[in-house]
């Protein structure tokens, strides 16, 4: 039976002579992170400068109404197209 023999060398053919591609993410420290984390940062952080415009509008919110922030809906929205994500507890 040296075709069965044939077989199982090809079946265990794992294509260790050509080298993984690595490309490189144009995050800073990103590079080991899963498929999704990046999908993810992708979607936070320019990929020209890397930088990212956060806006956090909830600080101390838990301690009550914070002055300008009662509406939410009528003070933050006109600020969305130039935030790259809004960060909220």
Same mark, same amino acid.
């Given at each position: 039976?040296?075709?069965?023999?044939?077989?199982?060398?090809?079946?265990?053919?794992?294509?260790?002579?050509?080298?993984q591609k690595n490309?490189?993410?144009? @995050?800073?420290g990103s590079n080991?992170?899963?498929? #999704?984390?990046?999908?993810? +940062?992708? $979607? &936070?952080?320019?990929?020209?400068?890397?930088?990212?415009?956060? @806006?956090?509008?909830?600080?101390?919110?838990?301690? #009550?109404?914070?002055?300008? +922030?009662? $509406? &939410?809906?009528?003070?933050?929205?006109?600020?969305?197209?130039?935030?790259?994500?809004?960060?909220?507890?």
């Amino acid at each position: 039976m040296p075709e069965a023999d044939v077989q199982k060398e090809k079946q265990k053919e794992f294509y260790l002579e050509i080298p993984q591609k690595n490309e490189a993410f144009f @995050l800073k420290g990103s590079n080991n992170h899963d498929w #999704g984390f990046k999908n993810r +940062l992708a $979607r &936070i952080f320019n990929p020209v400068s890397g930088k990212t415009v956060m @806006l956090a509008f909830d600080h101390g919110y838990f301690q #009550g109404p914070t002055t300008g +922030l009662e $509406r &939410i809906d009528v003070t933050i929205e006109p600020l969305v197209p130039h935030a790259d994500a809004l960060m909220l507890t």
